[in-house]
């Protein structure tokens, strides 16, 4: 409830603000909701959203698969460790419009260099967490799991995976709204299509009302995302904690 | 119950450590073991007995397979399927009890009936728990289950009655004797504790301080595990003062 009242000030803190400026520049909550409606009454709206929330889920799979699997090998092993942390440095540190441009630049623009842009952005992130976490992993278990002869399988299911599952809801967490916003940045620069697309030609015509009835809607597909998606998978593992009393 | 140890698990078990060190935190080499011999006949009970910190759990852990790094051989009795009780329980957090005991099952035998065990341990109306729900003597009488479960040939316990109270442990013992004469599984207990010893085992092996070897060995009287506290006090007697001659013999030498 604290949270629907604090979501309904700001409303109404945008409404009163609108009101008073009377400007184009700021509309205000009613005259977005009547761009939002005929944008999705045209199919507008829920095609250009396919298309970012594609590049999404991409760039967000490529990057998690590959982090995992870096950051795991980096965790287990101190000599591929060593070696392989002045690149993770190097990736860390490089700013997410230098990616892109190389991306653009020796892919060319298409889809390939977008969807590998953004996930080389969020890579290192997931690379760092998961090496955190595969350092963390407890070698009594690890011994017990020796010891009674488990298959490699069963092994990281039921040993690996439990003590890791807080680490990748972390990464997943917080790459989530890392990759959407950067695939807005890739749609800008060079793509026909998607949410950034629309924003940034929205911006040359200075049409403040489209810029907030698409950044509006799709803040609210990723909360839903978040809540229908994220959480129940993280409630799930997290069900054999004992409730806090 | 185990019809898995018939025919080839006559093997004893063999342990031979001319040395083990480790490496201490600023880098020195620190020798734990020196010189250790070890034979148990198949289906038999060993306890080793040792003063805390001589080593015991390191020389569990190398004849449980789990630590290669050592000068020496070792000889498993049996086809080599290890039941492993740990000095904390160990189990995994976020499985249930019963999904704890069923990972250590042997591949294709995942649906086997756990009942009888189950009742023999008092877990029957914990099956569902969650570890971190259970009492310390309960989860070590899980970690019991599941070290049998395993349908070891060969079973290690790591002081698994340590810091409970005299009753429960007391009733434990008593279960691990029934379940060890059933199954008829080669044994080895780690204890510091020499009443627990003589009651549970065949042959005590009494350990020295670092570097370890075994001081003096002691093979009792069958059967194990009915002797009363009457017998195991006047054996007790009678161990103390062969260990205390073993004892300055030593450290005349």
Known sequence: MPRFYSLAALIAIWAVAAALVQSRLLPGPLMVGAVTLADLRSG??????????????GSFAIAMILGVIAGYTMGRSKAIDRYADPWLIVLINMPALVTIIFAYIWLGLNETAAVLAVAINKLPNVTVVMREGTRALDPELDEMASA???????????????QLAPYLAASSRSGLSIVWKIVLV??????????????????????????LSYAISFVMVMLLIESLLVQPLERRANRWRRRPA | MNDAQTAGDAAPLELRIDAKTFLSADGTPVEVVRNLK????????????????????????????????????L??????RLGMVFQEPRLLPWRTVEQNIRLALPAGEAAVDLTEMVAILGLGDHLARYPGELSLGLARRA?????????????????PFVSLDEATAARLRSELV???????????????DLAEAIQLADRLFFLSDRPTRVIAEKALPPPRGTRSPEVI????????????????ETGGG
């Open chain 1, 44 to 57: 507008e709206l829920p095609y250009q959203m396919g298309c970012t929330l594609a590049r999404v889920a």
């Open chain 1, 148 to 162: 009674f002869q488990f298959t490699g399988l069963s092994r990281i299911r039921n040993v690996v995976i439990p």
């Open chain 1, 186 to 211: 890739v749609e800008l620069i060079g793509r026909p299509n998607g949410v950034g697309f629309v924003l940034g030609s929205a911006f040359s015509l200075f049409d403040m009302a489209r810029i």
């Open chain 2, 38 to 73: 070890l034979r148990l006949e198949a289906g038999s009970f060993g306890a080793l007995i040792g003063p805390s910190g001589c080593g015991k759990t390191t020389i569990l852990r190398i004849a449980a397979g789990l630590d290669r790094d050592f000068v020496g051989e």
């Open chain 2, 75 to 80: 000889h498993t009795p049996g086809s080599g």
């Open chain 2, 143 to 159: 970690a019991i289950a599941r070290a049998f479960a395993a349908r070891p040939d060969f079973l290690l316990l790591d002081e």
């Open chain 2, 178 to 192: 029934a379940l060890t004469t059933r199954t008829k599984v080669t044994t080895l207990l780690v204890t510091h």
């Open chain 2, 233 to 248: 006090a006047a054996i007790g007697e009678e161990l103390r003062a062969v260990l205390a001659q073993a004892t300055t």
